[in-house]
């Protein structure tokens, strides 16, 4: 019978966390306020009034009793961080205010309310609080080299500092890429559990070509596009033809060359032959 009751007792938790509406997303280092309100209409003396802030795993995140805040029970990683509106407690409004958000903070988060000379308790509330980070402007890199028709290309896409894992999309002139073969994605996580993404594409190039890389935060319904870049595609075929005309060129720039050289000896042999002509004929003469 025991065992029955537990399994009861989880099931309802599981479906007080999956009614919990997680409509409140909180920006990553940003702060957040999450909203808890007693109907009333009187006004309402602080001194009276205790309220008790817990995530759905049992842990203190802020108590205020009898007119002051309560600090001796409030979980570590909340310290510093929490505060209500004090001003605004007579008029039922015991919102929290949560700063400095991280990515542990996200989860269920129930206000509880007890008034002096009441004997119980009231959860007043239970929201659920999502976590985002909004990520870098993608950047391409391509090929240093020149790129020639009918060759593999690969180009890089990097963006860092995002939460939840992002959507990668690329698009080659102008056209979103549908298949998913050419694509290699890999995520890592910094020290703060936020995202960094690297995803390489690899394409056979057939033409000029351009591409851009879009990463989509879903959570935030945010997509942040890389500047296009774009390559101008040489022709392997040409190329080598004035591969061939610079070395024509050069072989006939030798053979010019050459051919001058000969002529120039031959000119000057027979200059040479004829001064030694000259002397004979004037040694004869003597």
Request: aromatic share 6%; glycine share 6%; net charge positive.
């Amino acid at each position: 019978m025991s065992h029955i009751c537990r399994e009861l007792c989880l099931l309802l938790i599981l479906l007080a966390h999956a009614q919990a509406d997680c409509s409140f997303i909180a920006i990553i280092g940003e702060t957040v306020q999450i909203p808890c309100s007693l109907n009333t209409e009187e006004s309402l003396k602080t001194e009276d009034i205790s309220v008790e802030w817990k995530t759905s795993e049992g842990l203190i995140v802020h108590s205020f009793v009898k007119g002051q805040d309560y600090w001796a029970n409030q979980a570590p990683q909340f310290k510093g961080r929490t505060q209500l509106f004090k001003s605004e407690l007579p008029l039922g409004n015991l919102s929290l205010r949560l700063s400095s958000v991280s990515v542990t903070d996200e989860g269920v988060y129930a206000c509880n309310y007890h008034r002096a000379g009441e004997s119980i308790s009231k959860q007043l509330s239970q929201e659920c609080l999502q976590i985002a980070g909004r990520y870098s402007v993608p950047v391409v890199q391509g090929p240093a080299s020149p790129v020639f028709k009918d060759s593999e290309v690969s180009f890089t896409c990097k963006s860092t500092g995002g939460f939840p894992e992002p959507k990668v999309q690329w698009s080659v002139n102008k056209e979103l890429l549908q298949n998913s073969g050419q694509v290699s994605t890999t995520l890592s996580k910094d020290s703060r559990g936020l995202y960094n993404v690297t995803s390489v594409l690899t394409v056979n190039v057939t033409g000029d070509v351009s591409v851009t890389c879009t990463v989509e935060n879903d959570r935030l319904r945010e997509k942040r596009t890389s500047a296009e870049i774009q390559y101008l595609i040489k022709a392997e075929k040409e190329s080598n033809g004035v591969n061939r005309g610079t070395k024509v060129m050069i072989l006939v720039l030798v053979a010019v060359l050459v051919g001058l050289l000969i002529v120039a000896i031959v000119v000057l042999k027979r200059m040479k032959r004829k001064r030694q002509r000259n002397r004979e004929s004037d040694g004869y003469e003597c």
